[in-house]
RNA sequence: GGCGACGUAGCCAAGUGGUAAGGCAGGGGUCUGCAAAACCCUUAUGCGUCGGUUCGAAUCCGACCGUCGCCUCCA
């Protein structure tokens, strides 16, 4: 393999080395579920997708684990995410976890984002944490204020080494009011004391309380990756303080490094600026998937590198559009052509092996940092390629068709997601419908041999009303549904 | 104030020293009864601005301008 990366922790491509041959473990901060997804979470999550899906491409065995906040995450207010989700819609905290899990699953399945092996819950690894908590303390690396256990960055000389910042260079309240009991302004929340109106609490050595944001991931990722694992990834937005804090916890615990390689996805902006909840300037998924498809939003997000940031609009949405509409009528053309061909037709093998440089591109492309621009880029080249031959009329043999097919399965379909397996929308009736087709093209190809015009064109019109396109073509009449 | 990212055609966006990928939109053409699809040609003497290094710079260096993110709990 190689696959090149580019590392925040050390700020360059490095050769991708897992510490198992073949076998990669990757952790993704998870989203907090207080509210249902939309398009700027789906950068991050579709980017690190396609990471995952390539990773698996290239015969690696990837242990996904991609965690789940339900508890610990709050508002610059001091008010807990989900507590204030729970009073708004007036249900049980859990009640809301629930809701917004099975909405965030939702959303990634109809997306094509592919589950993670490990989904953990930070408030069903309270008991992890604390023991973390109790180790940091042992390990002199916290101190215990009132309920409240601090970490001290003073004590981890590296804190600070993946997001460049030196704790004299911050700016103390800069956004969140220093709370007098630290002992550095800087320190931050590894267990929170929880005062009786706060329902989501538990109890610890420092009494009821609950986890600071940053602890879930650390004891997490270790518990089901080991002490130290190859891939973290993340939204470049969170680089400080959140992974900054979550290596500080892991390597002061456990002396050993957190993560080998850490990947950060730019964000998702909208006019300009970040696409978030509180701007109000998002677009939730659901809202997206009546407008795209799901194609278009992959191959949307997929059209910008992923470290770098993407502006959403209509228009470059559009252009998404139309473009994977381009591939997939390519891949139908395909398709079809191979359900007449020959099967035991032998393969045109100097086609196939004119197949290679497209294939190599592609994979080139990806091995360059996931290079998702480049690698849709060439598909695009293959596509037109491909297209010229069907043109051309050459006679090619079920082998060759099969091999391209092949070819748009692995690369657009397995790897990029962009591409379905079946390009007709599933349901019943389909053979009916199949058959109804055939039935009434067989009557307009009648009129249009007895040059009836307008009789042809308004069978066409009345078709393409409710969504089936019919195309004259130079090998006969097709049809498909477009939704 | 500090740290960081970004600025490439009408739009989205690759390219990080060798003379500007790809998609969308636009224009012209081929094919077609027409349409669609597809294919061909075409659209940045130019890569925020000004300097510098170099045989050669979108790419390296410096300054400046602009946009955005983060600075203790927003993916």
Redesign the pocket.
């Known amino acids: 393999m190689t696959l090149q990366v580019y590392n925040y922790l050390t700020?360059q491509k490095e050769p991708f080395k897992p510490q198992e041959r073949k076998r990669v473990n990757m952790y993704v901060?998870?989203?907090?579920v207080y509210d249902h997804a939309?398009l700027?979470?789906v950068?991050?999550y579709v980017a690190m997708d396609v990471v995952v899906r390539y990773l698996r491409y290239c015969g690696c065995t990837v242990r996904y684990v991609q965690n789940i906040?339900d508890v610990?995450?709050?508002?610059?207010s001091?008010e807990d995410?989900i507590l204030k989700g729970a009073r708004r819609e007036r249900v049980e905290p859990m009640e809301l976890v629930e809701t917004y899990s099975a909405s965030y699953f939702r959303d990634m399945d109809a997306l094509g984002v592919v589950r993670p092996n490990i989904s953990p819950r930070a408030s069903c690894h309270i008991p992890e944490q604390i023991e973390w908590v109790k180790t940091l303390l042992e390990k002199g690396f916290a101190y215990e204020v009132n309920g409240n256990v601090y970490f001290s960055?003073e004590k981890f000389a590296e804190y600070g080494k993946l997001?460049?910042?030196?704790?004299e260079?911050?700016?103390?309240?800069?956004?969140?009011?220093v709370r007098e009991e630290k002992r550095h302004?800087?320190?931050?929340?590894l267990w929170?004391r929880a005062e009786a109106e706060h329902i989501l609490q538990w109890p610890s050595p420092w009494g009821w309380g609950y986890p600071?944001?940053?602890i879930e991931c650390s004891v997490m990722a270790t518990k089901y990756l080991g002490e130290t694992f190859d891939i973290h990834g993340?939204?470049?937005?969170?680089?400080?303080?959140?992974n900054e804090?979550e290596i500080a916890q892991a390597e002061a615990a456990t002396g050993k490094t957190f993560a080998n390689y850490w990947l950060l996805?730019?964000?998702?902006?909208i006019d300009?600026?970040?696409?978030?909840?509180?701007?109000g300037n998002y677009l939730s998924i659901q809202d997206a998937l009546r407008l795209y498809s799901p194609y278009a939003i992959r191959a949307?997000i997929l059209?910008?590198?992923y470290?770098?940031?993407?502006?959403y609009?209509r228009?470059?949405m559009?252009?998404?559009e139309?473009?994977v509409?381009?591939l997939h009528?390519?891949v139908r053309?395909v398709r079809s052509r191979l359900k007449s061909a020959s099967p035991q037709a032998t393969a045109d093998l100097s086609y196939i092996a004119d197949l290679d440089p497209y294939r190599d591109a592609f994979i080139a492309?990806m091995d360059?940092?996931f290079?998702t621009?480049?690698a849709?880029?060439a598909l695009?080249?293959f596509?037109?390629a491909v297209?010229?031959m069907?043109?051309s009329q050459q006679i090619a043999s079920g082998g060759t068709l099969a091999t391209i097919d092949g070819m748009f399965r692995d690369l657009g379909g397995k790897v990029l997601g962009i591409i379905p397996d079946d390009l007709e929308p599933p349901g019943v009736g389909q053979e009916l419908l199949g058959g109804l087709m055939e039935i009434i093209l067989d009557l307009r190809q009648q009129y249009?041999l007895e040059q009836k015009?307008?009789e042809?064109?308004a069978l066409?019109e009345r078709l393409l009303e409710m969504g089936i396109?019919?195309?004259?073509?130079?090998e006969g009449p097709s049809w498909r549904l477009e939704l």
């Open positions: 700020r901060c998870g989203p907090t939309h700027g979470h950068k991050l906040t610990g995450h709050l508002l610059d001091g995410r960055v997001s460049g910042r030196r704790i260079d911050l700016e103390p309240g800069a956004r969140v009011e302004p800087a320190d931050f929340a929170k600071g944001w940053h993340g939204g470049l937005e969170n680089i400080f303080p959140h804090c996805t730019g964000s998702l902006t300009g600026v970040k696409m978030s909840k509180s701007l949307f059209s910008a590198h470290r770098g940031p993407l502006d609009s228009e470059a559009e252009a998404a139309q473009g509409r381009r009528n390519t053309a492309a360059d940092d290079n621009p480049q849709i880029a695009h080249d596509a037109r297209n010229k069907l043109d249009r015009w307008q042809a064109d066409r396109v019919v195309e004259d073509r130079t």
